[in-house]
């Protein structure tokens, strides 16, 4: 899978690849979506590794890469809090069929009216996360002014962790193979994290003393 996608990446098609799928996968979590940006971001360091008189012009440019992540997993996310929000009764019916789905809006909807939008940017790690996230938000009817900077503080993150692992953990291991292998590895233990800390019950509110 890894010299497909490293072949991909000495495309100029990579970063609408990378857009497309960064998008979709808050309707599809099962998209590749961070191990193409860890690709790309490997891609890169490999080779400026190499020289710069080595370095194709078709290798991703990590600023570009960073930008166009970010700015995806944006707008996936404001698809999805727009098809939550007008989703109507067929929406309502399926998500009363799952507890979690219905636990997790409910969280949502009191960790944003309190302001603890910070459950937006641990859950874009999780696996489908995003999507509960997203759709929750405009089920519960959330303002965009409420969701919307924590969606971009989320998806700054999540791409920024990626891009990060990418490049430095090729730098670091020296092989461009290895250095994608690890980092997805790392990549998914903060999945691993991110849904444990999403799934763990809020502490009980103490009362004030009388």
């Known amino acids: 899978m890894f010299e497909t996608l490293g072949s991909l990446t000495a495309s100029p098609w990579i970063y609408a690849v990378v857009a497309v799928s960064v998008v979709l ?103 489908a996360g995003r999507s509960v996230v997203s759709l929750g938000a405009g089920k519960t009817h959330r303002k965009v002014k409420e969701f919307l900077p924590w969606s971009m503080l989320a998806g700054m993150a999540w791409a920024g962790y990626s891009v990060a692992l990418g490049y430095f953990g090729t730098q670091w291991l020296g092989t461009q193979w290895l250095g994608t292998a690890v980092s997805v590895v790392a990549l998914f233990a903060a999945g691993a994290l991110a849904a444990f800390l999403v799934r763990r019950p809020a502490a009980p509110a103490v009362a004030p003393a009388a």
């Open 25 to 127: 996968d808050v309707f599809l979590p099962v998209l590749p979506s961070g191990v193409l940006v860890i690709t790309a971001a490997a891609a890169a360091a490999a080779a400026g590794a190499a020289g710069p008189v080595a370095v194709p012009a078709q290798v991703p440019d990590i600023l570009a890469l960073l930008v166009i992540a970010t700015t995806a997993s944006v707008l996936g996310d404001m698809a999805a809090y727009r098809l939550g929000r007008r989703g109507g009764a067929r929406l309502d019916r399926a998500i009363a069929r799952s507890r979690r789905l219905t636990r997790a809006h409910e969280r949502l909807g009191t960790a944003l009216a309190r302001g603890g939008g910070a459950l937006v940017v641990i859950a874009r790690f999780a696996p």
